[in-house]
């Protein structure tokens, strides 16, 4: 069956902890976004990994898995009744994570992967394709394509900046008027541009104290959506705790992000 294309009226945020440190915490950050993004007119869509198969070290937090995490999970979704998002590393993954997830990821490394792609497409869900840091813009009209193979236009485009030189990303903002070309909303991952990639000692360091200008630009520009990796303490978190955002920034961004709308929409 075909699908319609993915289309929200509502800007779309998508944020939660970088992985499942263990089931509390999962629920009460959920719980806490749930609470902040209620007041703002927004699709929020609740994000945590489950695996974090791409980690610099090996020594490296991963998750608590397939399993154990959807089940953390499906909690979530239950409790609350918030959209939920998590990614996919590999084919056998796509099953069993959509019979819980409202939308599946394609990391930014992964986005080249054409079985992964084809096989989040079939399960009929939202499939967000995070572009690769190594990739131009235009350059993902072949993963769009990969998806639209099996009838599914339901698509995000994530854009989360590019390799410069080493250990340095950036995010190129006339990307994001590129993106759209493709036909889909497009989103910014504000936390993961933040990244230093593989600068710290043990893997990614990174400058969150850009959260705030960087996605005030974002919305100048017109994007459709941000995403934000959240939690209550960043520097003690298991993953990404150098470009993690705390509630109270969160509530920030948002308040500015709506402001500047509010003036373009006038």
């Known amino acids: 069956m075909k699908t319609k294309k993915l289309k929200s009226k509502r800007f779309i945020f998508i944020a939660g902890p970088c992985v499942i440190e263990n089931e509390k915490l999962t629920l009460d950050i959920a719980e806490k976004l749930k609470k902040i993004t209620s007041v703002y007119p927004v699709d929020f869509i609740f994000k945590a990994s489950f695996d974090k198969a791409n980690r610099t070290s090996l020594k490296s937090f991963r998750g608590p898995g397939l399993k154990k995490g959807l089940r953390v999970l499906k909690k979530v979704k239950d409790r609350f009744k918030v959209k939920i998002l998590s990614d996919v590393h590999c084919v056998s993954q796509v099953k069993p994570a959509a019979e819980v997830l409202d939308v599946i990821q394609i990391p930014a490394f992964l986005c080249r992967q054409t079985d992964l792609l084809l096989e989040a497409a079939k399960t009929g869900k939202a499939v967000n394709i995070k572009k690769g840091q190594f990739l131009a813009p235009e350059d993902m009209k072949y ?15 994530t854009e989360r900046g590019v390799c410069f030189g080493y250990h340095n990303l950036v995010v190129d903002f006339k990307s994001f008027g590129k993106l759209r070309k493709l036909g889909y909303p497009v989103i910014f991952d504000v936390t993961h541009s933040l990244q230093l990639p593989t600068a710290g000692k043990s893997g990614a360091s990174g400058e969150r104290e850009y959260a705030l200008p960087l996605s005030k630009a974002a919305a100048a520009f017109g994007v459709d959506g941000i995403f934000c990796e959240v939690h209550p303490d960043p520097e003690k978190a298991l993953s990404d705790s150098s470009t993690s955002i705390n509630f109270k920034e969160v509530e920030t961004i948002l308040n500015q992000v709506f402001k500047i709308m509010g003036v373009l929409n006038a």
Do not use: G, M, T, Y
């Open 143 to 157: 993963a769009v394509q990969k998806i639209e193979s099996c009838r599914n236009r339901k698509i995000l485009l």
